[in-house]
């Protein structure tokens, strides 16, 4: 796969949540023409002005569109992406949500990125991609606050091990006794190129390879590197 005469890093998550992401998102400030965000839907690939600041984000995740490949809750073509499919449903995975008390949420900042601003008191995001994946979270806590990026240490900031991804947005509640967090989110992983269960809805609706690799890298195309 090739795209401006160059062979194309590849990359590719397991769930876009229906909008591909940009590189520059998740790891350093370049981007590629070929890794260009993507409606997860041939027909409406350009279809991609969803997100971009806090409530858009969240009507994207609270209102998700149904028309994206990835929206699928074919367990024949899921189990045939993901291993150990039983553990997940794929409202887990396309939108998803995890709670945590405001002392949880506190320890696992303070223990997974060693910072401390206090209590947390609120999450806002300060910039996202198109894919809803913020690139840079502000952290405000009762002793001051921190902004942190990219995507991957934000979500290693927000969970024990990693948060599905980086696109979410924050309701807060409180039960009379407890504070609590909770995190709406879309998509599995970085959302960078190719999405997996997006590809195999493809591949189960009769798209050829090289449909399905177009249309998740745009400006691309497969050459001949060399006969073997
Ligand atoms: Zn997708």
């Not at 948060?163 to 309701?171: C, G, I, P, R, W």
Request: aromatic residues 10%.
């Amino acid at each position: 796969l090739k795209s401006g005469g160059e062979v194309c890093d590849a990359r590719f998550s397991k769930c876009c949540g229906g909008i591909s992401e940009k590189f520059s998102t998740c790891w350093t400030d370049e981007d590629y023409a070929y890794l260009s965000p993507v409606r997860c839907n041939v027909d409406r690939a350009n279809d991609i002005n969803y997100t971009g600041d806090a409530m858009s984000l969240k009507e994207w995740v609270r209102n998700p569109p149904t028309d994206v490949y990835c929206a699928t809750k074919d367990y024949a073509i899921l189990s045939r992406v993901l291993k150990a499919y039983d553990q997940r449903t794929t409202e887990d995975m396309f939108r998803w949500s995890v709670k945590y008390t405001r002392e949880e949420l506190t320890q696992l900042i303070k223990e997974k990125i060693g910072v401390d601003v206090g209590k947390v008191v609120d999450l806002r995001p300060v910039q996202m991609g198109k894919s809803g994946r913020i690139s840079r979270l502000d952290i405000i806590g009762t002793l001051g606050h921190k902004v942190i990026g990219k995507e991957l240490l934000i979500r290693k900031a927000l969970s024990k091990t990693h948060l599905l991804s980086s696109a979410f947005y924050v309701e807060k509640s409180f039960d009379g006794q407890t504070e609590y967090f909770t995190l709406y989110g879309a998509g599995w992983g970085h959302g960078v190129g190719l999405c997996q269960v997006g590809a195999a809805v493809m591949a189960e609706k009769g798209f050829s390879y090289t449909e399905i690799l177009n249309h998740y890298y745009p400006n691309s195309e497969i050459k001949l590197i060399r006969k073997l």
